[in-house]
């Protein structure tokens, strides 16, 4: 180690080297079986054809594609027209995952600053208290949320027993409804890496700014956001991916009329007279959009890594 210091080598040496490969071997095995040939699988079926009985025939096209895109009429020999309605929920399903994670950083930013910022002894427990939500079903959860938004449930009751309200808020079956779902669902996932960044961070940085002058919304402006923000970019990504593809919350807490594509891929791997095709071809725009946006994500976060070094 000393002669190899001596010459200008480096002194760390890496005892795994040659038995990397097998040690990883568990691990690939694992991605490889559980996630590689399920995304296959999905793929192949996205170009097979639907039996008009239920199930599939072995002969690829393009169909389920072109019905999610193209409206060909009712026995589809009509000039193709753009088909808005799949896309208009692919829509909603972004804009609802959007202002998910837009409310949960909105709430889960100062919390995780809160629990970041109280004495070493009692964080444990601050995160503790967060993570409890997670010790239940997210089934068992959501109907729990649906019973108390209800028109007879235990909220409203509250506001008219106290004369706020005169007469019972219509919440299910809401826009605002889906938004409280997704956000009670995955808000620790949004507290938990901020709350990681900001334990991290090194606040004689902020102390410098008060010394300077700076006031409490530059030094968040311009020191703390920039230094936590992988923490940030982790966050909104954890929120928005799983909301993207979530039907509990819409079907439970949504209805009909506020369907997503989650709920949608959903309805067609039901029964025997499912649309696998078309449920596994919308499965597969929906993992391009998310890529899409992961890479959008990879890419601000290496930003964010570069400016902060």
Known sequence: MAAGAASGGSATTDTYAE?????????????????????????????????????????????????????RGLFGDDPPKIEWTYIAIFWRSIWQAGAATLLSLVIGFPTAYFIATQPEKTRAMWVFLITIPYWVNLLIRTVSMKFLLRDQGPLNDFLLSIGIIDSPLHIVNTNFAVQLGLFYSYLPFMVLPIYAAVERYNFSLSEAAADLYATKWVTLRRILLPAVKPGVIAGCILVFVPSMGSFLAPDLLGGAKNFMIGSLIEEQFKGNAGNWPFGAAASMILLTMVLIILMIFAR????????AS
């Open 19 to 71: 038995a990397k490969t097998w040690l990883l071997m568990p691990a690939w095995v694992t991605i490889g079986i559980f996630v590689l040939a399920p995304v296959l699988m999905m793929l192949v079926y996205s170009f097979l054809t639907k039996e008009f009985r239920g199930g599939v025939i072995w002969e690829f096209s393009l169909s389920a594609y072109d019905q999610f895109f193209f409206d």
């Open 300 to 307: 601000q976060q290496a930003k964010a890594e570069k400016g």
